[in-house]
């Protein structure tokens, strides 16, 4: 295999859509899931109301990359070979005394196997690897805080509410129904929480399709759901730009389940055909679906009896572990932790947020002039939007984290340091960087790691980028360079 890959290489090149193609203001976005999930536990399920209570401090504990022991209440952080690095209970942090008490001197977590080999999930454990269900992972430490408060045991049964808070705001008819409190706030004021895909990536979408590749959008949003956000960041014209468009995916079913038990469907008017295809015989917009379906149209579409793919996405769980497992597709991950160890953003991206802020602020302008004309008759309005703006000022102003920023308390998404069992009895405080398991995955199972799409968008489409090797430094796949806690030593993969 060559050390180096290129788009101009692929016959097709697909997307996912959330978090990679359109990128989330991630401060806003993780406030209303929180409340979201939060605000559903208090009034559905009777949880203790200080859960709607937050400061810009606690969400440091939101972090991308842990996995919640739903027997214990444990969140543990791990190395690529299963080891516990750092732990909590809860939201409070585990000494290393604790952590050797509970994991043993090998510090390793029982279930690692398992997550290791398959990515799914279980009714033992909950890994948190996107930024949709991440805001969960602070409400599931403080649940457990509160239980901890009341002298309540600490079991599995919890997770129970977590799920029902989760569907009650992202099931397929919640779009349409206006039920719970994620999708009715995106709704009424988009622009708050998506970002506008740059006029650089727009034009680079284009310019590929005519350099007679295959695109592919497929996700596992809703059609409804994915339409506004395309409208939204790619402008109305997006179904111009794909040659085929996959909704309601259910990834990673869609890439590891066989075509009867996940078919593709038709749409009419967001709404799937009760009657699955037997195959795909044309482009066009599908919804649920399959790999080997989507394969044999890949084939006919480009003329060659084993199409090459590409495809982008931020999850590992739903994108680069089955999408290479099974499909045996290149694959580029979208890390924005990059951007949150050290590496800067795009040109592109800095522009198009500048122009997004002013625009935000002459829209802030003309509401504020509104409101001033129709005092009286919107006054109970006026005072909810102030209230509104107070709190994020507050937020903002004390230095909430940016979810994909490095934390205090769990330190690295990429790295940390470790004390071995060897050293620890010797007495030695000498320590080794170790890569994280969500690090060494990204090396394993991704052909190249990006922090955005507008980082690739400018360049020619034969450029040269260096991909990861089992035979290269665990830097060699980032572009446009590593992040600094991978530069700052040489870190240990012992998996």
């Not at 709607?52 to 027997?71: I, S």
């Not at 703006?389 to 340091?417: C, H, I, L, N």
Request: hydrophobic share 30%; charged share 25%; proline share 5%.
């Amino acid at each position: 295999m060559s050390d180096y890959f290129s788009l101009s290489d692929c016959d097709v090149i697909g997307f996912d859509l959330d978090h990679t193609l359109c990128r989330y203001h991630l401060k806003e976005t993780s406030r209303l899931i929180y409340e979201s999930f939060a605000r559903y536990l208090v009034d559905h399920k009777g949880y203790d109301p200080d859960l709607l209570l937050l400061t810009p401090a606690t969400w440091d504990f939101c972090f991308k990359g842990l996995v919640v022991d739903l027997e214990d209440g444990n969140l543990v952080k791990l190395a690529a070979d299963g080891t516990v690095l750092r732990a909590t209970h809860g939201t409070r942090g585990l000494t290393e005394a604790e952590i050797l008490q509970h994991y043993g001197p090998q510090r390793q977590w029982k279930h690692f196997h398992s997550l290791n080999t398959s990515f799914t999930r279980s009714a033992h454990y909950y890994f948190y690897d996107n930024y949709f269900d991440l805001p969960g992972a602070l409400l599931c430490g403080r649940v457990v805080d509160m239980l901890n408060k009341r002298g309540e045991e600490v079991n599995a049964e919890f997770w129970k509410d977590m799920v029902a808070a989760i569907d009650h705001n992202y099931n397929t008819s919640a779009f349409k129904e206006d039920s719970g409190t994620y999708f009715p706030s995106v709704k009424r004021d988009p622009g708050r929480y998506l970002q506008r895909c740059s006029a650089e990536v727009k034009a680079w979408l284009r310019s590929v399709k005519e350099a007679g590749k295959v695109l592919l959008l497929i996700t596992s949003s809703h059609s409804d759901y994915c339409r506004l956000i395309c409208e939204h960041v790619l402008g109305k014209d997006y179904e111009d730009l794909f040659d085929i468009i996959i909704t309601n995916a259910l990834k990673p079913g869609f890439f590891s389940l066989v075509p009867h038990q996940r078919p593709f469907r038709t749409l009419v008017d967001d709404v799937e055909e009760s009657e699955g295809l037997q195959a795909l015989d044309k482009p066009g917009w599908y919804s649920q679906g399959n790999w080997p379906h989507l394969h044999q149209l890949l084939k006919t579409m480009t003329g060659k009896p084993e199409p090459k793919v590409v495809y982008f996405g931020d999850s590992m769980r739903s994108d680069m572990f089955p999408a290479s497992s099974f499909g045996r597709w290149e694959t580029v991950m979208v890390v924005e932790e990059m951007e949150g160890e050290g590496v800067p953003t795009s040109a592109a991206a800095r522009a198009n947020q500048a122009q997004a802020q002013a625009q935000t602020q002459t829209q802030d302008q003309d509401q504020a002039q509104d409101q001033d004309q129709d005092q009286d008759q919107d006054q109970a309005q006026a005072q909810t939007q102030d209230k509104d703006q107070e709190t994020k000022a507050k937020f903002e102003d004390q230095g909430m984290k940016a979810p994909s920023d490095s934390s205090r308390q769990w330190g690295s998404y990429f790295v940390d340091a470790h004390k071995s069992a060897g050293e620890a009895g010797e007495g030695k405080e000498e320590q080794e960087q170790r890569l994280t398991w969500c690090c060494h995955s990204i090396h394993k199972y991704s052909t190249m790691a990006i922090p955005s799409v507008e980082h690739i968008a400018g360049l020619p489409l034969d450029y040269k980028f260096p991909r990861f090797s089992p035979d290269r430094p665990p830097t060699s796949g980032y572009y446009p360079r590593p992040p600094d806690s991978l530069q700052g030593g040489r870190s240990q993969d012992t998996s």
